[in-house]
T-cell receptor
Framework: AQSVTQLGSHVSVSEGALVLLRCNYSSSVPPYLFWYVQYPNQGLQLLLKYTTGATLVKGINGFEAEFKKSETSFHLTKPSAHMSDAAEYFCAVYGNNRLAFGKGNQVVVIP | KAGVTQTPRYLIKTRGQQVTLSCSPISGHRSVSWYQQTPGQGLQFLFEYFSETQRNKGNFPGRFSGRQFSNSRSEMNVSTLELGDSALYLC?????????????FGQGTRLTVV
């Protein structure tokens, strides 16, 4: 079964610094990968997705992720953190007609 | 275009009671999935409905059930509530079933069991 692993439940980043959230996947078939963001008391909003094609995927709010098959990774980055990026971020893989989510990263932005 | 609507947003129930949550998908979307989110277990898949048929089910007890109506609206029901059922229940709608199309999530229903 497909699965994803996110390490480090809490991530602190200074305003203006690089945001890097790591995601590694396990899949027996070419994966469909997603990053979602969740703000307090809200549902999930799609940041970006990888299905096929270009391995560098650009999403909303300045985020991007690179699919690396050799490393089974799909890390999320943003060059410069903004206070509004404080939220919880989930990596997910689609398989068996469902999304399987990682445990999430709670991002704290320090002014 | 209206998003996914979940009602109610908040709910408090007593152990042993049953509860019904509602989800209205985006117009034209035929697939509705339900997820449970808790601090300990994270986001877990409950079930998926497509064209009024349950296509997939996660690893939850039979107390958790659902259905989908001809207009694609979906309900999930939890009977004999337990304290551990306290969670945020999220509904997601997609255009199709069994594809990589984007899943749009509602704001969720926060269920508290006391």
């Amino acid at each position: 079964a497909q699965s994803v692993t996110q390490l480090g439940s809490h991530v602190s980043v200074s305003e203006g610094a690089l945001v890097l959230l790591r995601c590694n996947y396990s899949s027996s078939v070419p994966p469909y990968l997603f990053w979602y963001v969740q703000y307090p008391n809200q549902g999930l909003q799609l940041l970006l997705k990888y299905t096929t094609g270009a391995t560098l995927v650009k999403g909303i709010n300045g985020f991007e992720a690179e699919f690396k098959k050799s490393e089974t990774s799909f890390h999320l980055t943003k060059p410069s953190a903004h206070m509004s990026d404080a939220a919880e971020y989930f990596c997910a893989v689609y398989g068996n007609n469902r999304l399987a989510f990682g445990k999430g990263n709670q991002v704290v932005v320090i002014p | 275009k209206a998003g996914v609507t979940q009602t109610p947003r908040y709910l408090i129930k007593t152990r042993g009671q049953q509860v019904t949550l509602s989800c209205s998908p985006i117009s034209g979307h035929r697939s509705v999935s339900w997820y449970q989110q808790t601090p300990g277990q994270g986001l877990q898949f409950l079930f998926e409905y497509f064209s009024e048929t349950q296509r997939n089910k996660g690893n939850f007890p039979g107390r958790f059930s659902g259905r989908q109506f001809s207009n694609s609206r979906s309900e999930m029901n939890v009977s004999t509530l337990e304290l551990g059922d306290s969670a945020l229940y999220l509904c997601a709608s997609s255009l199709e079933q069994g594809s990589s199309t984007e899943a749009f999530f509602g704001q969720g229903t926060r269920l508290t069991v006391v």
